[in-house]
């Protein structure tokens, strides 16, 4: 398991090697002023994808690999995504975890069973499948809203529509879900 600042510094040299660094001293001055908010903001972010990865998958490893891998994203891709950094974060890290769910899936069915894993449980399976079944924008902002917890206005940024379209698709997002899982509506 690596440690945070190992990851960090391990997306810095990805990034250094992959690309040719700007001459001047106005150049050096801007990354240097990048790197520094992005560790400022490094903690949060980092909270933020290991929460989602967690709550998607259920396993502390994988949601730590989720967090790795999305953080070090977020360092590759800073200047475009520093504005809105923490909505941008939970969708990858959400992402990310259904990516490594879906590969999860594929290589079980291919080897033998890991029995150093536990099993998913009975309600995750099901909250995947009746995620699966709702529309792209619903899935977005449920994950969004509910299972990283951002405010509406940060979901409504990150996906490029208002905050009244988060509304909506939150409130048909979730009452298809009730539908799927079988639970009773909510009275208000």
Known sequence: MEDRRTVVVRA???VTESRHEPSGPDATTLGHLIDLSFEEAFDDLYARA?????QLLGSRSEAEDVAQETLARAFVHWRKVRGYA?????RVAGNIAIDTWRRGRRLQHSAAPD?????PTALRVDLHRALSSLSKRQ?????LRFLAD???????RAIGCSPGSVKVHAARGLAALRVTMGATPEVA
């Open 139 to 143: 899935r977005e902002v449920v994950v």
């Open 86 to 90: 923490e909505a941008w974060t939970v």
């Open 115 to 119: 029995t150093s894993t536990p099993e």
């Open 50 to 54: 290991y929460g989602v990865g967690y």
């Open 150 to 156: 951002l405010p509406e206005a940060d979901v409504a």
């Open 12 to 14: 810095r040299r990805v």
